[in-house]
């Protein structure tokens, strides 16, 4: 019988509610493949349902990706096989754990060259960054476009990208320690959030040129002055709610602001279908084989260290990806 060591979460809290115990493993049944995890990525969306904010029915795992080795499939699958290395996302919340039984079809192979943790750290956060740049808006030469959080997992992932398709890319970052690493990612512009006349700051950059989308993942800090940095007809895509929900707004006020569009978008249901899992992820690693996007681990942690990961990534204390090595 096989055992897995999981993350657990009985009631909604801090850091310290979520516990790793041992968990006895059900066999691979039809469609069904069995992982030996070797490396678990972190998204902010843990904090959100570890807190409550996203309630789950508990008690729940935690964890959205993971990348490992195929060690058994159940009957009917031929798409993986033993010995494979694969990544999923959405296949159900539980990626917190060294072994787990998921879906076949939610697996998608590790191009050789990328590491498992590369994988676990840009699957997720990638497949988040290409549905924004290329079906929320798809983004072309000559946009100017604001990203939030630049020097985070997605937005170190989203800016570079940007800059790869010809837009003139204003990264947004908390504190000026991390304006350096927006920079490397591919910024043209940074401006600090932290200085409240930030949106003017970003005008000053750009010679007025307001941009043509906003891709806001902080939400309540940053939602308002986020309107006011879009061009007319320009998009506002809240993503994201890092700093708290954004705050409620009367539709009126985007005809105010220069008739702008606004969306909440999710990666999970972008990538629900099998076969559009499976086109976007070819889109990501094509953007990686061609440097467009580049895995970038900022922080690792023992799974047996959650919480200390938990708490580094609440703290903002980290840039870019923060991976679990189970
Ligand atoms: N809708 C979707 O499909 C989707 C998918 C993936 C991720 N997301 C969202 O994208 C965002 C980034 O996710 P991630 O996993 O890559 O995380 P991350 O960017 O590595 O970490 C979150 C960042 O948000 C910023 N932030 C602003 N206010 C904050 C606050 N009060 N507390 C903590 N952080 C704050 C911090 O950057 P600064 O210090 O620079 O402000 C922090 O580093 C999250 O909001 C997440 O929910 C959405």
């Known amino acids: 019988m096989t055992t897995a060591r999981v993350v657990r979460l009985r009631a909604f809290g801090g850091p310290e509610a979520m516990e790793i115990v041992e968990e006895t493993l059900p066999p691979a049944a039809e469609g069904q493949a069995e992982l030996r995890q070797t490396a678990v990525g972190f998204n902010f969306i843990d904090i ?22 195929v060690e058994a499939v159940g009957p009917g699958v031929t798409a993986v096989r033993p010995g494979d290395r694969v990544a999923y996302i959405n296949a159900g919340i539980g990626a917190y754990a060294d072994r787990r039984v998921v879906a076949a079809d939610r697996l998608v192979k590790i191009p050789d060259g990328l590491s498992d943790e590369a994988a676990a750290a840009v699957i997720f ?14 983004v072309a030469p000559g946009d100017v476009v604001l990203v939030h959080a ?8 989203l800016s570079r990208w940007a800059k790869a398709l010809g837009a003139t890319v204003v990264g947004a970052v908390g504190s000026a320690g991390k304006r350096a690493i927006a920079l490397e990612a591919g910024c043209d ?11 003017d700051a970003m005008l000053a950059a750009t010679g007025g040129r307001k941009a043509r989308v906003v891709y806001d993942s902080v939400g309540r800090d940053t939602f308002l002055k986020s309107l006011d940095c879009a061009r007319p007809f320009g998009l506002v895509v809240v993503y994201g709610a890092a700093s708290g929900p ?48 580049e895995p970038h681990v900022g922080a690792r942690f023992a799974l047996d260290e959650v919480a200390a990961a938990h708490r580094a990534v609440e703290a903002r204390r980290t840039v870019g990806a923060t991976v679990l090595v189970p």
């Open 246 to 293: 954004a705050p409620a707004i009367d539709p009126e006020l985007l005809n105010k602001k220069g008739c702008l569009f606004l969306t909440r978008p999710s990666v999970f249901p972008h990538n629900a279908d099998p076969a559009d899992l499976r086109a976007n992820a070819a889109e990501l690693f094509a953007a990686i084989a061609a440097g467009a996007v």
């Open 150 to 157: 630049a020097a985070g997992g997605v937005g170190l992932i």
């Open 125 to 138: 956060k990638g497949m988040t960054a290409q549905y924004l740049l290329r079906r929320t808006h798809r």
């Open 48 to 69: 959100y349902q570890r807190k409550g904010t996203y309630p789950l029915p508990l008690p729940t795992g935690l964890g959205h990706e993971a990348a490992g080795v």
């Open 189 to 199: 512009h940074v401006v600090v959030t932290a200085e409240p006349d930030w949106p």
